[in-house]
C-alpha cells in the first residue's frame, strides 16, 4: 500500500547566487535555480527514491503553482493537486560565492474554509489505500490549528498510522490525537516542553514525556549529535550517531530521514532499523543538492 503524504504549505524553491550580499547596493544573481520545495514534497521524493509508493496531496494555486505542478509531474511522483484561488509561494534561498545563506519565505496563500474542506475529503477518501498517513510542514494561513489533530484521529479510525513532523502551536494541537510517531528535532522538543536541554538525559526525559502523551513513537533528531528513538509503552530506547560527514547541504536532510523511518515502518522491519536507515537516509541527504536525490 502506498504512503499518503499531505504538503499543505508547499513551495518552489529559488535559489539565486551571488558572489556577495552588499546592504544598499545592487547584487547580481550570478544564476538562478528552482524546484518543488517544502517539508512534504521532500518527505514524498525520498519515499519514491527508496522504492515507496507515494501519494502526495498538493494544494496549489496561481501561475506559480502550475509551475510546482510541472515540476512535480517531471520528477513522476504520484500526486492529487487541490486547486487554490490565492498563489503558491516561492521562497527564496540566497547563497553567497562563501557559502553563507540568506532565506526569505513569504507567508503563501490564506486558504477558504471551502477549499479546507476539499483538501480533508480528497485525504479522507483515500485513507483506505494507504498504510501511512505523513503529515509535515507548517499550516497555510485559514487552515484550523486542530488541522493535523482531525486528520491523525480519522487516520486511526481506518487503522492507518500516522508520523508527524511539524512544531510550535501545531505540535502542541496534535498531541492528543496521538500519532503513531512523531519526528521533532532537539529545538522543537524542548519548545513543547517547555525547558531548555542541555544534556541527553534531558533529551530522553522530555522524549518519554512526549512518548507518554502520544503512547507511541518518538525519534528525536539532533543533526550531527546521537539521535534518540523512544517509545515509553513498547519500553524501548536507543540512541544512534548518525557517520560523520562534511554537509554539502542540510536543507530536508530531516525529511529525508523522515522517510527513510517511513519505508522501514512499510517494509514491517524492526524499531532500531528505523532508527539507522533513518540515519543514513538523512546523512545522504546533505551530500545532495536541495531538491535532489540520490
Not at 499518503?4 to 547566487?17: C, G, K, M, Q, Y
Not at 524546484?35 to 501561475?63: C, D, Q, S
Not at 536532510?253 to 533513518?278: F, N
Request: glycine share 10%.
Amino acid at each position: 500500500m502506498s504512503a499518503l503524504v499531505l504538503a499543505l504549505n508547499p513551495s518552489i524553491d529559488a535559489e539565486w547566487r551571488v558572489d556577495d550580499v552588499i546592504w544598499e547596493e545592487k547584487n547580481n544573481v550570478q544564476f538562478e535555480r528552482r524546484w518543488a520545495g517544502g517539508k512534504g514534497i521532500n518527505v514524498a521524493r525520498w519515499l519514491k527514491h527508496l522504492g515507496g509508493k507515494p501519494k502526495l496531496f498538493l494544494p496549489l494555486g496561481g501561475v506559480t503553482g502550475d509551475e510546482l505542478a510541472r515540476y512535480i509531474r517531471e520528477e513522476r511522483i504520484s500526486t492529487s493537486i487541490i486547486p487554490l484561488a490565492g498563489p503558491t509561494r516561492v521562497n527564496v534561498i540566497i547563497t553567497t560565492g562563501a557559502g553563507r545563506q540568506m532565506r526569505f519565505n513569504p507567508l503563501g496563500p490564506k486558504l477558504t474554509k471551502p477549499e479546507w474542506k476539499i483538501i480533508v475529503e480528497r485525504v479522507e477518501s483515500r485513507l483506505g489505500q494507504g498504510s501511512l498517513l505523513i503529515l509535515s510542514g507548517s499550516l497555510p494561513r485559514g487552515v484550523p490549528l486542530n488541522a493535523y489533530a482531525h486528520l491523525i484521529t480519522r487516520a486511526r479510525k481506518h487503522g492507518v498510522r500516522t508520523l508527524l513532523d511539524c512544531d510550535g502551536d501545531v505540535l502542541i494541537a496534535s498531541i492528543p490525537s496521538r500519532p503513531f510517531l512523531v519526528k521533532p528535532n532537539e529545538h522543537e522538543l524542548a519548545r513543547w516542553f517547555g525547558r531548555p536541554l542541555r544534556t541527553e538525559k534531558d533529551v530522553v526525559r522530555a522524549a518519554r514525556a512526549l512518548s507518554e502523551k502520544t503512547r507511541g513513537w518518538v525519534f528525536v533528531s539532533r543533526g550531527a549529535g546521537a539521535s534518540l528513538l523512544l517509545n515509553v509503552q513498547e519500553q524501548f530506547q536507543t540512541f544512534a550517531r548518525p557517520a560523520r560527514v562534511k554537509p554539502r547541504n542540510t536543507v530536508g536532510a530531516g525529511d529525508a530521514l523522515l522517510a527513510g523511518v517511513a519505508r522501514q515502518i512499510q517494509l514491517g522491519t524492526l524499531p532500531s532499523e528505523w532508527l539507522e536507515h533513518g540515519l543514513s537516509v538523512g546523512t545522504r541527504a546533505t551530500q545532495c543538492l536541495p531538491g535532489h536525490v540520490s
